[in-house]
């Protein structure tokens, strides 16, 4: 299949409409929490910043199904952008059930560019996901929330799995039918807005006083594992990357970015040992410091309550 032809378009938008799950979240079997559950949920210090990233995500990727003149393409996007609002409906009413400390922060309005706003932010969503299914089963394998909470948000999980496929081949279409210039710049242009989206992330972990808890979302995860360590983290992303990527169809492109990084991160590792431990204790440093803060937070009592080979670059 031709990368930008007409059957790759009705695959990709076709395998991201069909995939979608019809449910509204006050209807999920959210579980009654014990009062160390709840303490726990209530200290985590990034539901502000979680809310906001999904409350703008929604308003956004819709407003790019607005100007797309393909019918396919327009049902898809604006199906994407059902699911990033629903996300932060997910959120609002599990803040709402469980007590949980959100400041309400300013959503911020679609930019005029709205289709290139959707293309950085589809190649962050690539990079956070593919850290976002390890974080999450290194969570859930810490057994420190109720299993029934993660078993509620893997299917979120699931539907970014979707929502980053979706995209790199949205984009892979749209650079080859844009004419041959765009075609043969689609490496060099996917390098640049991932790097645009690295240096997001670095410049959040270097800032570290992030507004809504930002940074949390990628320093705090030692705070569930007590052993955690940059192979642990990167190889824990690779396994839940490939399981979560195993269910696409294998012609369709997927992220490459994310996985080749967290490779040569490992190989790195293994040449220099030495260079692991100093990255873990940095990072225990900083979520010692972040945990101290957490208990700070915490009332002393809570009642509980209710294919590839062809994608080199993107």
Request: proline share 5%; glycine share 8%.
């Amino acid at each position: 299949m031709r990368i930008g032809s007409e059957a790759h378009k009705e695959l990709f938008c076709r395998t991201f409409i069909e995939g979608h799950t019809p449910f509204e979240p006050q209807n999920l079997p959210w579980p009654e929490l014990d009062a160390d559950t709840l303490a726990a949920l209530r200290a985590i210090p990034f539901w502000s910043y979680a809310l906001k990233a999904e409350e703008d995500a929604g308003p956004m990727v819709s407003a790019t199904a607005d100007v797309a003149t393909d019918p396919l393409i327009h049902e898809a996007l604006a199906l994407q952008g059902y699911e990033e609002s629903r996300h932060a409906r997910i959120l609002q009413h599990m803040i709402d059930l469980y007590g949980l400390e959100a400041e309400k922060l300013h959503i911020d309005a679609p930019m005029a560019d709205v289709e290139g706003e959707y293309i950085d932010f589809g190649f962050e969503e690539c990079l956070d996901s593919f850290g976002a299914f390890g974080i999450f089963a290194l969570a859930r394998q810490s057994g420190l929330f109720h299993d029934d909470i993660f078993a509620l948000f893997d299917q979120v999980m699931n539907e970014e799995a979707h929502h980053i496929v979706f995209f790199i081949n949205w984009f892979a279409h749209r650079q080859v039918n844009l004419g041959v210039a765009a075609e043969v710049l689609r490496g060099p242009k996917s390098l640049w807005h991932y790097a645009k989206a690295v240096k997001k992330l670095v410049d959040m972990v270097r800032d570290g006083d992030t507004e809504g808890g930002e940074d949390f979302l990628v320093t705090g995860a030692a705070n569930f594992v007590d052993t955690l360590t940059p192979k642990l983290v990167l190889s824990t992303c690779l396994t839940e990357n490939a399981r979560r990527m195993s269910g696409f169809d294998s012609r369709l492109l997927q992220p490459r970015l994310g996985p080749n990084l967290a490779r040569l991160g490992l190989s790195a590792l293994r040449m220099w040992p030495g260079r692991e431990a100093a990255v873990a204790t940095s990072v225990r440093s900083t979520s010692t410091a972040e945990a101290e803060a957490m208990r700070r937070t915490v009332p002393s009592d809570h009642a509980g309550c209710a294919p590839p080979a062809s994608d080199r670059v993107g």
